[in-house]
């Protein structure tokens, strides 16, 4: 087998197959291993341990598989891990989202159950919700259903901003799952996403020493996500860009504490609010403080939508079935629609993708009559 020597500044000439082959077609190299990249511009591939899997230089690393595809991640022995505590964390900010994330929740119970993960952890499934936001009626038999799938509900006290927009207070609730210290590990799910994968496989990872968090590449940003320092964000450090879509975290008061000194704080230049997202990037990427997962754990759904800027960036790199986790984006949830603009908005999409889309309005709308609408093909 032949090594090969990529210059990066080289990198935008060769073209990978979908990242799960590993292998190309122009040359004998097979794994990711073989390779051997050089010079101060690939500063994420392999430049730390926390930041391996990022992007090389300015574009979406095509290498990247899912973590049980990569031969290089390590997992803790299995004796350390069983019988401890893990979780599934969602907040639902409303009863759309509490319909979201029943879905979710189901469509992660079945994963489980078809491709489990060879150990058989204690996980439990929990739902945050603020009471005041779901009143009675339909959402306490969305609560109910919740229960009944083997769910725990945390009724949580809402977190205290000084002065944030509404919709940023509701952001900084996600957080609240940092305290649940009763587990070894949790992972938190936007509820308006559908997880693809069984993802109990990022429970036993290995993270890198005094590493306690991680999340994934957020590649739909200017340079894929590799941005620049500036005054408001990592001023004078280049760093990955990373979503809180999905996290992975080891629950502790000390991880709360880390975020919520950000709570209704604002942008050096733009002034405008901190929502979860820069609070993350801000308090962890900047600081290299954090494992960055592959894009596969915080795919946006417009990657595959033919009408979608972020479809025409993408390129070979977008790859489906690799996608672990799939996170409703701007173009809209699929509540919003009526039933000829859902129809239109499926109709946009690879097969393969408006299949599960359809899937997923057929289910919620199963379990959520009264708030998902039926979908006439």
Known sequence: MVSLIIYCNDWTKYHALPSSK????????????????????????????????????????????????????????????????????????????????????????????????????????????????????????????????????????????????????????????????????????????????TLDHLFQIRLPSNITIAAPQAYWFKNNGILPGSPQLCPGVRHVTVTSALMLFKPSLELFERVSQHFGTKKIASKKTNYDMDIVNKEF????????????????????????????RTGNCRYFPDTQYMHFSALGKPWTRGDAEARYYISTFSYQVAVQLIEWQQAAQEMCPKVINALKL
């Not at 590993?22 to 291993?33: D, E, I, P």
């Open 22 to 197: 590993n292998f190309f077609f122009w040359g004998k190299v097979q794994r990711l291993s073989e390779l051997k990249f050089i010079s101060n511009d690939c500063p994420y591939l392999r430049s730390s341990e926390t930041r391996r899997v990022a992007s090389p230089s300015r574009e979406i690393n095509c290498l990247q598989t899912p973590l049980t595809l990569d031969d290089r991640v390590q997992y803790l022995p299995d004796q350390l891990v069983l019988g401890q505590k893990f979780a599934y964390v969602w907040y639902a900010a409303s009863t759309p989202y509490l319909c979201s994330a029943l879905t979710a929740l189901k469509w992660l119970q079945n994963h489980r159950l078809k491709n489990p993960w060879p150990i058989k952890f204690h996980v439990d499934y929990i739902l945050m919700f603020v009471n005041k936001n779901l009143p009675g009626g339909v959402n306490n038999d969305l609560l109910g259903q919740w229960k009944l799938a083997g769910g725990l509900l945390k009724n949580m006290s809402s977190v205290v901003a000084a002065g944030p927009h509404p919709y940023y207070k509701a952001t900084y609730q996600k957080f609240q799952a940092f305290k649940l210290i009763e587990y070894a590990r949790a992972i938190f799910l936007d509820a308006d996403g559908i997880p693809l994968k």
């Open 285 to 312: 990427s900047c600081r290299d403080n954090i494992f960055i997962l592959p894009k596969h754990y915080g795919t946006l759904d417009s990657e595959f939508c033919k009408d979608a800027q972020l479809f025409k």
